[in-house]
């Protein structure tokens, strides 16, 4: 069964408030943090798209689970962290602690 209420984007809400009312300046922040994000056909993105997309824009090389949070449930995160784990895209060092994979050229595999 489809759901038929109207969604709403953050963006699309904060460009209806008058210009004289008071904003937080958190309010920017909240499309990344808990909120259904949106590709550009209106589709919600996935926690995995939404990891991948994280992990193609940051430079960081080390991560902890933390950084993941906003991107979906725990258990979604979970799911997706596993699959990178076993696709070769992370490598965990630590509980909860992971690293972008290199390949070894001794082994083939990822480290």
Do not use: C, H, N
Not at 5 to 20: F, Q, T
Not at 37 to 57: H, Y
Not at 77 to 91: D, F, K, M, P, S
Request: aromatic share 8%; proline share 3%; charged share 30%.
């Amino acid at each position: 069964m489809q759901d038929k209420r109207k969604r709403y984007r953050l963006d699309d809400l904060l460009a209806e408030i008058p210009d004289g009312m008071p904003r937080d300046e958190a309010w920017e922040a909240m499309g990344e943090v808990g909120a259904e994000v949106f590709d550009d056909t209106g589709r919600r993105l996935s926690a995995r798209a939404r990891i991948e997309g994280f992990l193609a824009e940051t430079d960081e090389a080390v991560f902890v689970r933390a950084d993941f949070a906003a991107f979906g449930s725990r258990a979604a995160v979970g799911r997706v962290l596993l699959a990178l784990l076993r696709e070769g895209v992370l490598v965990r060092v630590g509980v909860g602690t992971y690293v972008r994979a290199t390949i070894s050229t001794l082994t083939g595999r990822p480290v």
